[in-house]
């Protein structure tokens, strides 16, 4: 193969990952919303969120603005459901820069909560972006007193990943897939829980 050949496969391989990026079928590649959208005490976010973890919307508007990671506001209505403390006073303890391991030990959440069933696939494997915390659950499962390294990512997508099965009906697995592609789930949210 002389060099122009070669050159002009590195442009359609270059134009054919481009094109896989932004058309995959299945992912949702959506602007990202506004804090100040997302979250405004009439938006679709707010009226969900309210309503599925039973709060009222100005809490959730409140947190949505004073948290830095919107899907925080998640973790912070979901700890609040099984823990019983205000969802303010949970958004208090992150945004003094407590990590949501540190805070649901002080909550005394224990971590083997936040996961959703994956069936079959917690046997074969989940999605790269689930391994690390499946495999911390697996390690726990044979070993009660391993404590979970999970980090702010993984509390994150488990808490979205349960919310998301819980109110969708979609199986677990096809929502692991989806986010492991790149969606976010404030667009997964958006556009399947009514």
């Not at 499946?134 to 990512?153: A, V």
């Not at 349960?162 to 969606?183: D, Q």
Request: charged letters at 25%; hydrophobic letters at 40%.
């Amino acid at each position: 193969m002389d060099n122009t050949s070669g050159k002009q496969l590195n442009r359609y391989v270059l134009i054919l990952a481009i094109f896989l990026l932004f058309y995959l079928p299945g992912v949702s590649h959506a602007q990202q919303i506004e804090k100040d959208t997302l979250w405004s005490s009439s938006s679709q976010m707010t009226y969900l969120m309210s309503r599925k973890y039973g709060v009222e919307k100005n809490v959730v508007t409140i947190l949505g603005k004073m948290l830095e990671n919107d899907d925080d506001v998640s973790v912070c209505l979901y700890l609040y459901t099984k823990s019983s403390i205000h969802p303010q006073d949970i958004m208090g303890l992150k945004r003094k820069g407590m990590a949501w391991k540190q805070i649901m030990k002080s909550l005394k959440f224990d971590a083997d909560k936040l996961f959703t069933e994956a069936g079959i696939y917690e046997i074969f494997g989940v999605p790269q972006k689930f391994k690390h915390s499946y495999g911390e659950l697996k390690k726990w499962q044979k070993d009660p007193s391993h404590e979970m390294n999970l980090t702010d990512d993984d509390v994150r997508d488990l808490v979205q990943l349960g919310f998301l099965v819980r109110n969708s009906g979609i199986p677990p697995i096809n929502i692991m897939r989806e986010r492991n592609a790149g969606a976010s789930w404030t667009n997964m949210i958006l556009n399947r829980v009514k």
